[in-house]
């Protein structure tokens, strides 16, 4: 019983002292993570950083859990709680000693132990181990904040430049995927041979090589464009050695694919519909030129 009660009491002591030092550690974290959050705030204004403040926020947020698990992982044992609680408790090394011969049976050290146990009945515990931050240092971390926040609100060119480039690269992945889905369509057309297809895909690969390196939404649109040019001019080339029934299924299945795309990407509906309509008129521009080659009338 006796052993029980002076365990229990050091483990008291621990927990005050494992919440002393987690809200210290959590201020720390706090302010060191708060600098953090004004210096990519601050270098966002001359380099452009989408979103700084999100990255802020991770900075904060990763900087106080890494200071909170190092202070719950560095849980102090029980004999160095019994030494803290010593000193700031005024046991006079009472707890140490009882701790060391907690399982001796000898008079001096039951003596002891119900010594300690009576100074553990009158002992006030309530105000140790507290901790409260100095004013300097809640001044500091409230002018950093309002430095954060003001770095927020100021407009430069390197956050403009910062916002277009984002503009850049989700044009480009739309782009992209945009393609994707055409070239996904195309496979489903029957009259395409597994080579046509396989020429198609290494256009787009270009194509999404070419899309990566874009810088401006100009550079965007030219690799699409290109795109659609070559592979026009891939589906004329092929389409222009079928025979007159196939080429004119391979349209009929464009102009079917447009349809049942139009509701739901009218875009894609589009671009199909006019690789249809293209198609149809590189065919009819062929027959002109066989009925007619020497181009009069």
């Not at 002018?143 to 390197?158: K, N, V």
């Not at 496979?187 to 270009?206: D, F, H, M, N």
């Amino acid at each position: 019983m006796e052993k029980t009660r002076i365990i229990d009491f050091i483990k008291r002591i621990r927990r005050k002292i494992v919440k002393r030092d987690l809200l210290k550690g959590l201020f720390n974290g706090f302010l060191t993570g708060i600098c953090g959050f004004f210096s990519i705030m601050a270098l966002s204004l001359c380099v452009p950083i989408y979103n700084a403040h999100l990255y802020g926020f991770a900075i904060l947020g990763i900087t106080v859990l890494i200071f909170a698990l190092v202070i719950l992982l560095r849980m102090p044992s029980l004999k160095k709680t019994a030494a803290e609680g010593d000193r700031c408790g005024n046991f006079r090394e009472r707890l140490s000693t009882a701790l060391e011969n907690l399982n001796a049976d000898d008079d001096m050290s039951l003596i002891q132990r119900r010594d300690t146990l009576r100074r553990i009945q009158d002992a006030d515990i309530s105000k140790c181990f507290l901790w409260k931050p100095k004013t300097s240092r809640i001044v500091t971390a409230f002018a950093i904040m309002f430095l954060t926040a003001a770095c927020a609100f100021i407009d430069t060119p390197a956050k403009d430049n910062a916002i277009y480039n984002h503009e850049v690269e989700e044009m480009a992945e739309e782009t992209a995927k945009k393609e994707e889905e055409k070239i996904d369509r195309l496979s489903a057309i029957p009259e395409l041979t597994p080579e046509e297809l396989s020429k198609l895909e290494e256009l787009y690969r270009e194509t999404l090589s070419e899309l990566k390196r874009s810088k401006t939404k100009a550079d965007v649109q030219k690799a699409k464009d290109r795109f659609d040019r070559k592979s026009l001019n891939e589906l004329s080339s092929f389409a222009n050695g079928l025979s007159a029934e196939q080429k004119e299924a391979m349209i009929r299945s464009l102009e079917e694919m447009a349809q049942s795309t139009e509701t739901t990407d009218s875009s894609l509906a589009n671009d199909l519909s006019q690789l249809a309509s293209n198609l149809k008129s590189s065919g009819d521009l062929a027959s002109a030129t066989e009925i007619n080659p020497g181009g009069t009338a």
